[in-house]
């Protein structure tokens, strides 16, 4: 059974940084490329924030290339997104999953950026 649960989500300033978790089970993460996502409000689709492959390649959407980190620990099947100079835009409620999964998703992290 897929779990994914998220955290480390909260409300900081604009420039301010968070460091959000994804701790996973039920699927072999190892071998599995990652991504996180986001979605602004209800409703809307996910979009992919960060992409990191199984051996450790990232890309980012442009809007936060230079600004986002993505990592990996596939020992403690983990996933990371260090977000620094955060923007109101940033906004969003941070979700991680495999890129090619089940359908199975988490509840998400609340990220909320102020001016």
């Known amino acids: 059974q897929v779990q994914l649960v998220e955290s480390g989500g909260g409300m900081v300033q604009t420039g301010g940084s968070l460091r959000l978790s994804c701790a996973t089970s039920?699927?072999?993460?190892?071998?599995?490329?990652m991504r996180w996502y986001r979605r602004r409000a209800p409703g809307q689709q996910r979009e992919v924030v960060a992409?990191?492959?199984?051996?450790?390649?990232?890309n980012y959407a442009d809007s936060v290339r230079g600004r986002f980190t993505v990592s990996r620990d596939n020992d403690k099947n983990m996933l990371y997104l260090q977000m620094n100079d955060l923007k109101p835009e940033d906004t969003a409620t941070y979700y991680c999953?495999?890129?090619?999964?089940?359908?199975?998703w988490g509840r998400g992290t609340q990220v909320t950026v102020s001016p």
């Open positions: 999953n495999a890129l090619y999964n089940d359908g199975t």
């Open positions: 039920g699927i072999l993460f190892i071998i599995n490329h």
């Open positions: 992409t990191i492959s199984s051996t450790g390649t990232a």
